[in-house]
């Protein structure tokens, strides 16, 4: 099975952006939605919603659902229902609407959806305006991969988000420049060479430059690798008692080593992703690996354009990372609160992620879909043929259950975008790029 249509961000350079200095994609596509823009699955009169329940889902960005068929699908099952879209383009506009919204009760979608970076405050703050879906009919908790349902669960129990999709990572790389490089280029070799150890990609990425041919790059950027290292642990920027632990914490500090390495030893590109540079970056192959999601393929294949197919592949990461995700939430204050609840389980079950998966690129929270044949058989022609379902699958499977913070987009930017971006374009050390950093976000927290 091929695939072809792998999305770009539904926040394409906003919020989820700043996990990775200033543009980040959440698991969800961008195709330029007008803000606050409303469109049925299928265009319904007045006169053929009569006597039918009309159910609303409030989405950021063209988020995908609806674009991979599957609201005519539930309509034409359901034909007593009705289902209508109201999307906002960009995130960071959503996000402060729905939360109005919630504490005010009215103004609300029958379903809202949440971005992976809003679910720890919708957890903490609003589970009590939400309804608890892990009771909903037709919902399987063991459907899910377990990180992704403790993601929208609350401490005292109750599961108001269903996950969407997911972002496994793997590196992305050019064969092509590997091979002149004197490395391996077989996808699986690759994947050994770094396995386990996030400094082993530092030290291919050394042997690379040995032998870099012209002037290319190992890798993008220092941010984009201290995101994909941070992705893969459990502990962040906050710990189980919602205490604020990025400084003191062994985990950041270690990705941001890391990160700051790269950069000291020449081994990046020293792009901020997701601008103008790093798109031309791709187009003209300055660089040889890449941290890359399900949903990036697209992205690498829209910017390498024809001249990249074939050249790119696509090998495990180091360690399981995750980068990007949303959720679909059903409100307390919602007239149709029950045909919702059912709605929301159906379109996060995993026959329908697969779909998703198949039309949009979003990789499926759900792991029960990954022996599906949409998902199992997936390969990628771009690619080299990689089989992206078997990679992103055993990436996804081995991420861990990852505390959220309210505050960890604000965190993670500013230690890419203040901190490590100095360090990698401008050349300042490990430690001035740091204090940079935390001097910036004690002002953002008010600490």
């Known amino acids: 099975m091929q695939i072809f249509a792998v999305r770009k961000t539904a926040i394409a350079l906003s919020t989820a952006a700043a996990l990775l200095g ?95 970076n809003n679910i720890a405050e919708i957890t903490a703050t609003q589970s009590a305006r939400l309804m608890d879906l892990g009771k909903a009919e037709g919902v399987q908790k063991d459907a899910f991969l377990p990180w992704k349902w403790a993601q929208g669960t609350s401490k005292d129990g109750k599961t108001v988000g269903l996950g969407t999709d997911v972002g496994p990572m793997g590196i992305c790389y050019r064969k092509d420049l590997f091979q002149k490089a004197g490395l ?39 941010s984009g690798l201290m995101a994909a290292v941070t992705g893969g642990d459990e502990k962040r920027y906050y710990d189980t008692d919602g205490k604020v632990i990025y400084k003191s914490n062994p985990a950041v500090k270690e990705a941001w080593d890391i990160a700051a390495e790269s950069a000291a030893a020449g ?124 990679i992103f699958s055993q990436a996804a499977k081995g991420v861990p259950v990852q505390i959220i913070g309210p505050k960890d987009l604000v965190i993670a930017q500013n230690l890419a975008d203040i901190g490590m971006l100095q360090v990698d374009q401008k050349g300042r050390s490990s430690e001035e790029g740091w204090n940079a950093a935390v001097k910036a976000i004690d002002n953002a927290l008010d600490q």
């Open 22 to 116: 200033g543009a980040v994609l959440s698991g969800c596509a961008s195709d330029d939605a007008p803000a606050g823009s409303s469109s049925p699955g299928t265009d319904k009169t007045d006169a053929d919603k009569k006597g039918k329940t009309v159910l609303r889902i409030g989405v950021f960005g063209a988020f995908g659902l609806k674009e991979a068929g599957l609201y005519d699908d539930y309509m034409k099952a359901n034909p007593d229902v009705v289902i209508e879209q109201n999307s906002i383009e960009r995130n960071e506009n959503y996000y402060p609407q729905l939360l109005n919204h919630l504490t005010s009760g009215s103004g609300l979608s029958d379903i809202q959806a949440v971005e992976v």
């Open 267 to 390: 081994l990046t590109a020293k792009h901020q992703q997701f601008q103008k540079g790093w798109d031309q970056g791709f187009a003209n192959g300055q660089f040889a690996t890449v941290s890359c999601p399900p949903w990036m393929l697209g992205y690498i294949q829209d910017k390498a354009g024809d001249a990249g197919k074939g050249k790119w592949d696509v090998a495990a990461a180091p360690k399981p990372s995750n980068w990007g995700g949303a959720f679909l939430t059903v409100p307390e204050a919602g007239k149709n609160k029950e045909a919702a609840a059912k709605l929301a389980a159906w379109l996060t079950a995993p026959a329908q992620q697969a779909k998703l998966f198949a039309k949009r690129g979003s990789f499926p929270s759900a792991q029960a879909a990954y022996s599906l044949p949409e998902v199992a058989g997936a390969k990628h022609e771009y690619f080299n043929n990689a089989p992206i379902g078997t």
């Open 184 to 222: 391996p280029t077989d996808r699986e070799a690759v994947g050994k060479l770094w396995a386990g150890d996030w400094r082993k990609y530092l030290e291919v990425g050394k042997q690379y430059k040995a032998k870099a041919p012209g002037d290319t790059k190992f890798l993008d950027s220092a």
